[in-house]
């Protein structure tokens, strides 16, 4: 699955968790790859949203490849879930 094609850089910070508020709002404009969708528009959404997260001692890479797998519905998640394990880095 997804969770093992993806590679998060290790996280120092003491105590961190995403909020399920953050992964509502992920959610709430998830990609299901139609063909009438824009797939470089809702990266440039995720980007706006992930780069105001701020957490001490968590890179913002760390966060974006957390919350990504959040922001895909459909076809757009099966393919994820396709990739090979520990093949997406960025």
């Not at 760390?62 to 459909?74: A, C, D, I, R, T």
């Amino acid at each position: 699955g997804y969770e093992d094609a993806i590679v998060v850089p290790a996280i120092t910070a003491d105590n961190f968790e995403l909020k399920h508020c953050l992964l509502t709002l992920v959610q709430n404009k998830q990609f299901f790859r139609h063909d009438k969708k824009d797939s470089h528009a809702h990266v440039r959404y995720f980007n706006k949203i992930t780069f105001t997260l701020k957490f001490p001692n968590v890179l913002n890479k760390s966060n974006k490849l957390m919350l990504f797998p959040f922001s895909l519905e459909g076809a757009a998640r099966i393919w994820m879930e396709k990739e090979p394990p520990r093949s997406i880095f960025t």
